[in-house]
């Protein structure tokens, strides 16, 4: 929810015909059906709507009622965006649900407008209302606990209401925990989630790998699932479960793997330094140089994925998927740099050389077992044959991983190319609307 300064603009946009008429929609998904269904032309064509005030003259309508009450400085009014999930809800359903939406939280006190625009994939209402009360001339008030205990709370009940799923965001979370607990979350204070992520805080911070994380976290006595939609951490003693993005957007799986990669450098007292590549720095290259070869694949993907400083700024998801996996692939990374191995020829040799190794090992083994099943030296023996094997798989796993990594990043390079051809596009045409709106004034 937005503050208003600019009234005339926050009603010409919402009120913008292009936006919420069905003929200026003909290309969305909708329109589509439609055409191909021969839907009747009669139907409702324009989803606008006034409270208290007419579509034509709502500005003017607004402006005399802060008139009136002498109360014609300061916040004007207040732009909300009510939106529905992609295919779920008419342009009918969304227009009736944000009056419905409007009539319960005005209370018929404001003024408003009432919008339903069709120019994106996700139906959306705009809803803008005056900041003054035709009634008695008071003034909405907004805040947090407002937008919690009114705003988000009658939309999730209407969206209920009608059987339509909720979108959570970051504010919307707010809504399913108390007001006092929000409250407190805000104002530093402890929660019963203070202890938990004071233990992911710890285990993140003396961690290098994510298997070292939940290593770290299963000798405090925690167990975990990630077997479902949403990783669950199961807490020590009770067995009690919570949700990591219940922790909040930082303790998410993605985000402590971010974290334990490049974890934020100790600040230092009057001089700041720039935070150094800790992903280099952990594999001994302590210059700064060229990279090529297998190195240079392995750190271009951890970019792409988005675990490196210097993230891009729109992460593909062909390679954002595989974040489950980071991991494997810091480990791997790991390995590349450590043994210095710039192409899979190099890697196939040291594979080569492990198995040759094992084989050697294996017959050793096998002539202690018959003629001296008690020597300790089988326990040597087996301790480097499980260190060789490892070699080998991780040489094995390389090869196809790298191989599967360059056409990741071949098919992200393509994705970003139609990102900018499609943003490029989106700006002429805005290009195209502005021109348009300029010749009409």
């Known amino acids: 929810m937005i503050p208003v300064h600019r009234l005339d603009n926050a009603i010409d946009y919402t009120l913008d015909e292009k936006k919420c008429s069905r003929r200026e929609s003909e290309e969305s998904l909708e329109g589509e059906i439609d055409k191909a269904l021969n839907k ?144 407190a979350e805000q104002n530093g204070a402890p929660t019963w989630k203070t202890p938990i992520q004071q233990d992911l805080n710890a285990a993140a911070a003396a961690s290098l790998t994510w298997k070292q994380f939940l290593r770290a976290l299963e000798q405090k006595g925690y167990a975990f699932r990630f077997d479902r939609k949403y990783p669950t951490l199961i807490l020590p003693g009770n067995g009690r479960t919570v949700r990591f993005k219940t922790l909040g957007k930082q303790y998410t799986p993605e985000a402590l793997q971010r974290r334990i990669l490049y974890p934020k450098p100790p600040r230092r007292a009057g001089k700041k330094q720039p935070p150094a590549n800790r992903f280099l720095l952990l594999l001994g290259e302590t210059q700064p140089r060229r990279l090529s070869g297998l190195r240079a694949l392995y750190y271009s993907y951890l970019y792409k994925v988005g675990a490196l400083p210097k993230k891009p700024r729109y992460p593909s998801y062909t390679v954002r998927e595989d974040i489950r996996r980071l991991d494997k692939r810091i480990e791997q990374a790991e390995f590349i740099f450590k043994n210095h191995i710039e192409d899979r020829g190099q890697l196939a040799a040291l594979r080569q050389k492990s198995e040759d190794e094992i084989a050697v090992l294996i017959k050793q083994r096998q002539k ?45 390079r393509l994705e970003e190319q139609q990102r900018k051809e499609q943003q490029a596009k989106e700006e002429q045409k805005k290009q195209s609307r502005n021109r348009d709106n300029q010749k009409r004034r």
């Open 40 to 183: 009747d032309k009669t139907e409702q064509d324009l989803f606008q709507s006034a409270l208290g005030c007419t579509c034509e003259t709502a500005f003017q309508d607004m402006c005399r009622v802060k008139e009136m009450w002498h109360k014609e400085e300061g916040v004007q009014g207040f732009h909300l965006v009510q939106s529905f999930a992609a295919g779920e809800v008419s342009p009918e359903l969304a227009h009736q649900i944000g009056l419905e939406f409007s009539e319960r939280l005005l209370g018929g006190n404001f003024q408003a407008v009432v919008s339903t625009h069709l120019n994106t994939k996700c139906i959306h209402n705009h809803i803008v209302w005056n900041s003054v009360s035709m009634k008695n001339g008071r003034k909405y008030r907004s805040n947090e606990r407002t937008y919690v205990t009114e705003v988000r709370q009658i939309s999730d009940e209407l969206c209920r209401k009608h059987d339509l799923s909720i979108i959570h965001t970051e504010k919307s979370e707010r809504v399913a925990r108390p007001y006092a607990q929000w409250l």
């Open 368 to 412: 202690l077992y018959r003629y001296e099943p008690d020597s300790p030296q089988i326990a040597v023996l087996t301790e480097q044959l499980k260190k060789l094997r490892h070699t080998a798989k991780l040489c094995r796993n390389i090869e196809t991983h790298s191989i599967e990594m360059e056409q990741r990043l071949q098919a992200a």
